[in-house]
């Protein structure tokens, strides 16, 4: 089971960025799309953010143009930028990794098909 694990959440002033982290124990770069997803208290999940294994994104209409979802190869890392941060992006983020196969970090194992999440990371933004 691939795992995820997610950081840099916290209490923000409105105006201001974070950057959220996932660091994932399978090769993210051979994982077929990774998401970022958000809950807000009294709503139900919605996708924020994808990338696929090709590099192409897309965006939440609320966040287009203020969030950006990038990956890092060496760090086998996804981020999520946010900047202009409003209270209505007040919300858990959970990191979602979806795939038919991917690598292990070693290269040496190949996974069977996931849908993995973290644990998620929560983000409030004050007005």
């Known amino acids: 089971q691939v795992q995820l694990v997610e950081s840099g959440g916290g209490l923000v002033q409105a105006g201001r960025s974070l950057r959220l982290s996932c660091a994932a124990s399978?090769?993210?770069?051979?994982?077929?799309?990774m998401n970022w997803y958000r809950q807000a208290p009294g709503k139900e999940r919605e996708l924020v953010a994808k990338?696929?294994?090709?590099?192409?994104?897309n965006y939440a209409d609320s966040v287009k143009g203020r969030f950006t979802i990038s990956r890092d190869r060496a760090k086998n890392t996804l981020y999520l930028q946010m900047n202009s941060l409003k209270p209505e992006d007040t919300a858990v983020y959970y990191c979602?990794?979806?795939?038919?196969?991917?690598?292990?970090?070693?290269?040496?194992?190949?996974?069977?098909?996931?849908?993995?999440w973290g644990q998620g990371t929560r983000v409030t933004v004050s007005s």
């Open positions: 979602n990794a979806i795939a038919d196969h991917a690598y292990s970090l070693d290269g040496e194992n190949l996974f069977a098909p996931f849908d993995s």
């Open positions: 990338i696929t294994a090709d590099g192409n994104t």
């Open positions: 399978a090769r993210i770069f051979s994982i077929n799309v």
